[in-house]
Every structure is written in structure tokens, then in C-alpha cells.
């Protein structure tokens, strides 16, 4: 049984480490809760080096970035974006690696140990860049830039791996690869974390030794999503969702609950902050079920603009189902950004939102794929405003004690400095 981050508290006069952080892309708006993870690390102290594959989009972040100065600590591999190029560089740095360091460079050819690092070069695009520096612990975000770590503590450049797994690393990552892509990682890795005990458990059930793993959810700082006043605009009943226009957010079963609703709550308003490649198919959805009136696609939002909305709503709805592909929900870190901020949240059974939410008293859960259950609850809390008081605030309570960064901070530290005390 995956056990807590509990479980690894330990008696430790924990030093400033030098850790790299181990990212495909870096900074990505979806993606804050790296960014927290991050900024937790140079506030505890830590020589924090970021390492990604490629860049990201600084301008779509909050103040984070800017306030841990996250550019001049990141240094980018230089992956070209064009194939040919890419295959070109990756045999010069080949040939650079197999002069210099022939064991590194032939272990990098090892197919069965690091799979789709060797596929798309990644081992050696790394390598070649944190060539002659050497970590304390080396943390990977998601499990195929675990492949990556994984080949880099083999190649001496960190004693230590952990990696973190956040959903569809688990869920789809070994559908497309094979379902044995992590299994030599899993035997050079020294911790697992996971944000929800359902994650845990499915990587558990790939492979990896149930010892390693430990539940770690994404926390949020609570001090930028202060709890609102409890006053609203009674002439419109406000929904909000922040998420990525993809078929696993639900998006189009919220617009079929709002469509049946029109009649009972005609002042219902559906405000969406996100973008994605479902954008142009769901705003014809909204045209087609009648709710041009009702539903206002925002974009993609960061920072105080999010605050903002989750101010001024009644009820933040995310409708998260399993998708076509097998993509899932991880921990649905803006549920608890949304609880955090005194708004009750309706959601659904699905992936680990259940550690998240507490059903009936910080929110209600529904079934997946199910619009006319999450209309009855969308009605059920419209018409029971004190409830939906007492779900805001006891939201907010249970986020403040559960996922706030500092209690998650002192989680991680303790967490690598049991991992650098074992043998």
C-alpha cells in the first residue's frame, strides 16, 4: 500500500542542497504548480537549477518567476524544434560524448534501460548540458523526464532521482510506449512522489516498489487566493471553470447541465478561462444548445485575473472525465485554489479529485459524464445559498490545513532528507 509523505518524517538537520529540477518545458500556464514547487524550494534555502528541454512562455505566468528570478536559474538543453536539425546535433553530441566519456555515450544507446530517452535523444541532449556538474538530488517532473533522470544518476551527475508522476504520465504515457516504459527506472529511482493516492496506486500497479512511493498532493500558496467576501451580484448566477480547453476538463457536460437550467435559473452565466485545441468545437456547442447569452470563453488567464473571477463567482464546476485516449485529471490543483478562496466547487468522481474535495461538505461530486446529475447539483446549491456559504468556508479551512505551499514545503524537505540519509 503507497504510503503518506508522513511516513518519511524523520529527525534531520536538513542542509541547502543543490538540486536540479528536471522539466520537459519550462515555464508552461498549465503547469503552476511546478512553479510553486520551485519557488518553495529557494525560499527553503536551496541552490535550485532548473533544467529543461525547451522554452516556455514567461509572459503567461504570475509574479513567481519574476520574484525567484526562475530565468537566471534555468538553463535550457537546446533541443531544435526542427527533426533534421535535431538528428544533426544530436550525432555531434554523440560523437563529442563518445571521445570524451565512451561509457556515458554507449550507455545512452541503451534502449531497454531508458526508452524514450534514447528514442528522442533526450539522455544525451541532458547529459551534454549538465555535463561536469554534479546535484545533490536530482527531482523530475512527470515520468518521462523520470527516463531522463534516470540515465543522468546513472551517469554520475546526481547521487539521488526522485520523480514526481502527476496523471497522465501514468494514464497514457504507457498506452503509447508500453506499459513496461518505466520499468528500469523504477529500479534506479529513490522516491516516487504522487498527488493523489489513485495515481499512487495505478503507478504502483506498473511496477514500482510500493517503498519508494509517497503521496505529496500540488500545494497552492493560500496567501494569493485570499478567502472573498461572502457577497455576490444576485442579478446573475456565475459558474467558473480554469482549465484547458481538452476533452478531459468536461467542458460540453457543464453547457448541457446550463442548457436544461435556463428555464429555473435564467440569470445562470458560464465564464471559462482557458484556451485549447476544443476552443472553435465548443463555442459552437454554445450556439447550438442556446447559450450565446450565457457562456464567455475568457482565454487563458494567469494571476490576478484568475483571482478576480474566483471573486466574483458563485460556483466553480469542473467536470472532469476519463478521455477518449485514456487522459485523465491529476489532482485538479484549481479546485483547490477555487476552495481556497471560499467558493464551493462541484466536480466529479474521477482520478484522485475525491482526496481533493470533500463530498457534501466542501463541494459535491458527481458522476462522470453526467449532465443531468451535475445539473441537480448546479440546483440543488442555487437554491440553498446558506449551504453553499458553509461549503465556502469550510473549503477554505480545509485547503488552508491540507495544501497550503508551506505545509507541502516542509513535506519535500523532509522527503529529501530522508532520501539523502539512505544508503
Do not use: W
Not at 226 to 250: A, H, I, N, Q, W
Not at 344 to 363: L, Y
Not at 383 to 404: H, L
Request: a neutral charge.
Amino acid at each position: 500500500m503507497p504510503g503518506s509523505a508522513e511516513r518519511t518524517r524523520v529527525p534531520y538537520n536538513l542542509r541547502a542542497m543543490k538540486i536540479a529540477v528536471v522539466v520537459g518545458r519550462f515555464p508552461v500556464v498549465s503547469e503552476q504548480f511546478i512553479v510553486n514547487h520551485i519557488a518553495g524550494l529557494i525560499e527553503s534555502g536551496h541552490d535550485v537549477t532548473i533544467v529543461s528541454g525547451f522554452r516556455g512562455n514567461y509572459e503567461m505566468q504570475d509574479g513567481n518567476t519574476d520574484r525567484f528570478r526562475m530565468r537566471d536559474r534555468t538553463l535550457y538543453v537546446g533541443i531544435p524544434s526542427n527533426p533534421i536539425a535535431r538528428s544533426i546535433v544530436y550525432g555531434v553530441y554523440f560523437f563529442l560524448t563518445l571521445l570524451s566519456h565512451p561509457r556515458v555515450a554507449l550507455s545512452g544507446l541503451r534502449y531497454r534501460r531508458y526508452r524514450t530517452a534514447v528514442i528522442n535523444g533526450k539522455a544525451i541532449y541532458f547529459y551534454r548540458r549538465l555535463r561536469g556538474m554534479r546535484f545533490d538530488l536530482i527531482h523530475c517532473h512527470f515520468g518521462a523526464n523520470g527516463l531522463v533522470g534516470a540515465f543522468l544518476k546513472d551517469a554520475g551527475i546526481t547521487e539521488k532521482l526522485i520523480v514526481t508522476f502527476h496523471g497522465s504520465d501514468i494514464n497514457t504515457y504507457p498506452r503509447r510506449y508500453g506499459v513496461d516504459v518505466y520499468k528500469e527506472m523504477y529500479h534506479v529511482v529513490d522516491a516516487i512522489t504522487c498527488n493523489t493516492r489513485f495515481t499512487a496506486d495505478k503507478v504502483v500497479a506498473n511496477g514500482a516498489r510500493p517503498e519508494t512511493i509517497h503521496i505529496v498532493p500540488v500545494g497552492l500558496d493560500t496567501r494569493n487566493f485570499p478567502v472573498r467576501s461572502d457577497t455576490r451580484d444576485s442579478s446573475r448566477f456565475v459558474l467558473l471553470t480554469v482549465g484547458r480547453m481538452v476533452e478531459k476538463k468536461g467542458h460540453r457536460y457543464v453547457m448541457l447541465a446550463i442548457s436544461s437550467l435556463l428555464e429555473s435559473i435564467p440569470n445562470i452565466e458560464y465564464r471559462i478561462l482557458g484556451d485549447g485545441p476544443l476552443r472553435t468545437e465548443l463555442e459552437d456547442l454554445s450556439r447550438e444548445l442556446g447559450l450565446s447569452n450565457h457562456c464567455t470563453f475568457l482565454g487563458a488567464r494567469v494571476g490576478e485575473e484568475v483571482v478576480r473571477e474566483y471573486q466574483t463567482c458563485d460556483l466553480f464546476v469542473l467536470a472532469s472525465v476519463t478521455a477518449s485516449s485514456g487522459d485523465m485529471e491529476g489532482q485538479g490543483l484549481v479546485l483547490q485554489e477555487a476552495q481556497s478562496m471560499g467558493v464551493p466547487v462541484i466536480s466529479t468522481v474521477h482520478n484522485g479529485i475525491p482526496d481533493g474535495v470533500v463530498d457534501g461538505v466542501t463541494g459535491l461530486l458527481v458522476p462522470e459524464r453526467d449532465a443531468h446529475a451535475l445539473a441537480d447539483a448546479i440546483q440543488s446549491l442555487h437554491d440553498d445559498r446558506t449551504r453553499m456559504s458553509e461549503m465556502g468556508r469550510e473549503g477554505a479551512r480545509f485547503v488552508r490545513e491540507k495544501y497550503d505551499i508551506r505545509i507541502i514545503r516542509r513535506t519535500i524537505d523532509d522527503l529529501y532528507g530522508h532520501v539523502l540519509t539512505q544508503s
